[in-house]
């Protein structure tokens, strides 16, 4: 949290502390590898593409932000990554290995509050993955669920059914779920948008603290610019229907703290016209014909 | 945009209010203990109202004193005994006609029958939701074989297993199978996408899907379904003990009912209707409410 706040007047001219520096083949070599995917729905009497050759690349400990409008098929970008969508173009890789299904190596937090299982309490929900994966035993299970519910601060309400809980405290104990994992990928599909404007703000702080605590990759999806410039260290910023890339941007020197700032405005500014230049051209051309 | 404000302001001699614009000011919040106690114990009669076995009984007792009343007013103990003859007819049953040992007959065919129904329904319901033909197959023999009253096929039954348990317990698995499967199936694709993808998240496939996600989250539904089922095998076994029960070999509560009739010991009928009627209670009330809330009301599924 210290090095961003640090650094949050010019974002292109810092880079991370040198303690926490990888080793040269796992920097050079992506985590991720989107190369040309293209995916398409099938809805009753259409064939809907939701985004056309996507390109992107995600390293090792990136928190990388997919932005657009509605409709620009970023979450189903997202839910192509996790394995519930097959690219009908394209290939995506994970550690060189093609996404086929679902998995447990990328644990995805949703919008929706109801991705809790009711009928498992906090604790059992954090380990429910770990156990129906198989990758601990109840006993290491239960260690791991209690460490992460710890680091979201939960845990007074370890015992607790999920109705219990309010709006973002179910979704922090979906992050802890994820996180307890040790996934390859955080994939997170807008976990935010249904939270209030205040709960919102203290759930991305929270977020930061946990990455600079962790350093965990994350795919993150959301429509908020100022959303994307707080929360990631590089933005994909997607073109509407069908969605295409139009730019990656850096913005690793921004945080809660620099929202004001002149920079971060223009950084807004300039992710803002992105997205809206085009519409605003073509109203241009309709006005005038 | 000019021509609304000018129709608006018809009468411009009126004006038109504006805000006040008043101080700011701040203020501290008095500590809880000025306040007094947030939280008020309920009085002991607002307890006990809360009870629901106790509003239950009342009612339960209302309900014997209308009849007993009734029945003294009528004063014909042959075509419809009071509660108190009816009481001493079953306590009389119990010591000396077996009563509870007819009792258990009934409830051990309908146990294995259930549970066997319950296997299958599980079964079917989990190829209906993995397979589209296992989901044409489903909806095509509930479609045909719900609506067919399982004592129909009662006769047929006994040409082909024979006059014996064997028989009963096909019926029921037929009374009991179809509404459950139904009603597990629309609990089933009624379970919310994101809880789905994310069991499949954790790489749940196939029996442990179903098992692991698709069951506790359609639990309301099938707890319908176990419900249902459950009023249907009772009424079936009853209704298929007094038709056929004589040759069951060792009767149940059904024939125990039929045989009194026969001897015109109306208040031994009044006993055998009943215990059934008690034996229904106590599992619904005792053995389902426990269920209950045990699962979806802990869970917050249902109020």
């Keep these: 949290m210290n090095a961003l706040s640090r650094a949050a007047i010019d974002p292109s001219a810092i880079a991370y502390p040198v303690d926490n520096a990888l080793p040269d083949a796992a920097l050079h070599r992506p985590l991720l590898d989107v190369s040309g995917v293209t995916l398409q729905y099938k809805t009753r009497d259409h064939l809907v593409t939701a985004c056309y050759r996507v390109d992107f690349q995600l390293f090792q400990a990136e928190r990388f932000v997919l932005l657009g409008p509605s409709g620009c098929g970023k979450s189903s970008l997202l839910k192509a990554v996790g394995g519930f969508l097959a690219p009908v173009e394209g290939a995506i890789r994970l550690n060189g290995q093609a996404v086929t299904q679902p998995g447990p190596d990328r644990m995805m937090v949703f919008q929706e509050f109801d991705q809790l299982p009711p009928w498992k309490t906090v604790k059992q929900n954090v380990m429910f993955p770990l156990l129906a994966s198989g990758k601990a035993k109840r006993r290491e299970a239960e260690e791991k669920a209690l460490a992460a519910i710890a680091k979201v601060n939960l845990s007074t309400f370890a015992d607790a059914y999920p109705h219990t809980l309010s709006g973002g405290m179910k979704q922090r104990v979906a992050i802890a779920r994820a996180m307890a994992m040790e996934p390859d990928i955080l994939l997170m599909d807008e976990p935010f948008a249904a939270l209030d404007a205040l709960t919102r703000r203290k759930m991305q702080e929270e977020l930061l603290q946990l990455w600079d605590d962790v350093r965990f990759t994350m795919l993150f999806v959301t429509h908020s610019i100022e959303e994307a410039l707080v929360v990631g260290s590089r933005i994909l910023v997607l073109s509407p229907h069908p969605g295409q890339v139009k730019a990656e941007v850096n913005c690793h020197g921004f945080d809660l703290s620099s929202t004001g700032s002149p920079a971060f405005q223009s950084a807004a500014r300039r992710i803002h016209t992105m997205l809206f230049a085009d519409e605003v051209e073509a109203d241009g051309v309709g006005a005038r014909s | ?303």
């Design chain 2, 1 to 303: 945009m000019t021509d609304l404000s000018i129709a608006r302001d018809s009468r411009p001699d009126v004006p038109r209010p504006t805000p006040p614009i008043r101080p700011e000011y701040e203020r501290g919040v008095a500590a809880t203990g000025a306040i007094g106690d947030v939280a008020r114990p309920l009085s002991p009669w607002e307890k006990l109202a809360n009870v629901t076995a106790l509003r239950r009984a009342l009612l339960l007792a209302v309900v014997a004193a209308v009849w007993q009343a009734a029945a003294l007013w009528q004063d014909n103990p042959l075509m419809f005994p009071t509660v108190s003859a009816t009481a001493a007819a079953l306590w009389d049953a119990v010591l000396r006609d077996n009563l509870l040992s007819m009792a258990w007959v009934s409830l051990s065919i309908l146990l294995k029958g259930y549970a066997i129904a319950v296997v299958l329904a599980i079964g079917l319901t989990t190829l209906a939701v993995s397979t589209r033909i296992g989901d044409d197959l489903l909806s095509t023999l509930t479609s045909m074989f719900n609506p067919l009253p399982a004592i129909a096929l009662l006769p047929l039954a006994m040409l082909w297993f024979g006059l014996g348990a064997v028989s009963l317990t096909f019926v029921l698995v037929h009374a009991v199978l179809w509404p459950l499967a139904l009603n597990t199936h629309a609990g089933f694709t009624a379970v919310s996408e994101t809880l789905r993808m994310a069991g499949r998240n954790y790489g749940l496939r196939g029996p442990r899907y179903v098992l692991a996600v698709l069951i506790p989250a359609a639990f309301p539904a099938i707890l319908t379904g176990l419900k249902v089922g459950w009023a249907f095998a009772w009424r079936t076994l009853i209704a298929a003990e007094l038709v056929f029960g004589v040759s069951s070999g060792k009767g149940g509560l059904g024939w125990f009912i039929f045989q009194n009739r026969n001897e015109l010991y109306t208040d031994k009928v009044f006993a055998g209707l009943a215990s059934v009627i008690l034996i229904g209670l106590l599992v619904e009330n005792v053995v389902f409410r426990w269920i209950e809330a045990h699962t979806v009301r802990a869970w917050g599924m249902v109020r």
